[in-house]
Nanobody
C-alpha cells in the first residue's frame, strides 16, 4: 500500500513536501517514483530514486526545484518542492517504479 500526504494550496514561489508511506512490501529493495497528472493531461514522471537513494532522476521541468529522497527506516519516499509555479498544479502520485502499484494521489494547487 502507498499513501501520499502533504499536498495543499500554496502561493507561487512557495514550497511543499510530499510524503508517501509504503507498507506490505520490502520497501528498501525497490526503486520509487513520483508522477503527476494535471487536469486534461497525461500522467507524467516527475522524479525517480533508486532503492538505496544513491541515484535520482528528474523531469526537465522540475530540475533544480524538486528533490526526491527516501528514508528506508521509515518506509517513506519524499518529494520536496520549492519555487512552485502554477504549472506545477496537479495530482501527485507515488509509484513503485515500473509496477502497477500506485498511491491514491494528493492534490497540489499553486495559485495566488
Amino acid at each position: 500500500q502507498l499513501v501520499e500526504s502533504g499536498g495543499g494550496l500554496v502561493q507561487p514561489g512557495g514550497s511543499l513536501r510530499l510524503s508517501c508511506a509504503a507498507s506490505g512490501f520490502t520497501f528498501s529493495s525497490l526503486p520509487m517514483s513520483w508522477y503527476r497528472q494535471a487536469p486534461g493531461k497525461e500522467r507524467t514522471l516527475v522524479a525517480g530514486i533508486g532503492n538505496l537513494g544513491g541515484s535520482t532522476n528528474y523531469a526537465d521541468s522540475v530540475k533544480g526545484r524538486f528533490t526526491i529522497s527516501r528514508d528506508n527506516a521509515k518506509n517513506t519516499v519524499y518529494l520536496q518542492m520549492n519555487s512552485l509555479k502554477p504549472e506545477d498544479t496537479a495530482v501527485y502520485y507515488c509509484r513503485v517504479t515500473s509496477s502497477n502499484y500506485w498511491g491514491q494521489g494528493t492534490q497540489v494547487t499553486v495559485s495566488s
